[in-house]
């Protein structure tokens, strides 16, 4: 059986450069709109996403005031964490927080490129801010090595 991870190894995960996948409530008769998102989460701290002011999902995040946000590991033995809160900040972001983002996920010589190409096409990323409030987690780590064992 999955076990739940402590709070350290759910905040270490978490903090690792992983897509995250955002969830937030959506209008009236429709589903709540998920998508990928880059996010960064120092352990002990706050989550913080990227993304364009004026998308449906800023605007939906505005109006519901927290979001939901999942990573995985999905090579090796399955983990994930989801977590949930309130926003708590948002701001217009620097090229250099925006460029600091894409280094998380992109190789440093295409972390500028992309950075000044979102720009053009885009405008400025904001950054908002959640407050973890409740967490979900699971790892099948014990589980997968008894399988590779057992072999």
Not at 92 to 111: D, G, I, V
Not at 118 to 135: K, L, Q
Request: charged share 25%; hydrophobic share 40%; aromatic share 8%.
């Amino acid at each position: 059986m999955a076990r739940k991870m402590t709070k350290e190894e759910r905040e270490a995960f978490l903090a690792e450069p992983r897509v995250g996948v955002l969830s937030v409530a959506a209008e009236p008769g429709r589903a709540p709109l998920t998508t990928p998102i880059w996010y960064r989460y120092e352990p002990g701290g706050d989550v913080l996403v990227m993304t364009s002011p004026g998308l449906r999902k800023t605007r939906l995040i505005e109006a519901a005031g927290r979001f939901a946000l999942c990573v995985q590991q999905q090579d090796g033995a399955y983990k994930y964490v989801s977590v949930e809160g309130p926003v708590v900040d948002s701001w217009p972001m620097t090229k250099e927080e925006r460029q600091a983002m894409a280094a998380r996920y992109l190789p440093p010589e295409a972390s500028a490129a992309y950075t000044d190409a979102m720009d053009d096409a885009h405008g400025n990323n904001i950054a908002i801010v959640m407050r973890p409030e409740r967490w979900n987690t699971s790892d099948f780590s014990d589980v997968a090595e008894r399988l590779a064992t057992s072999r």
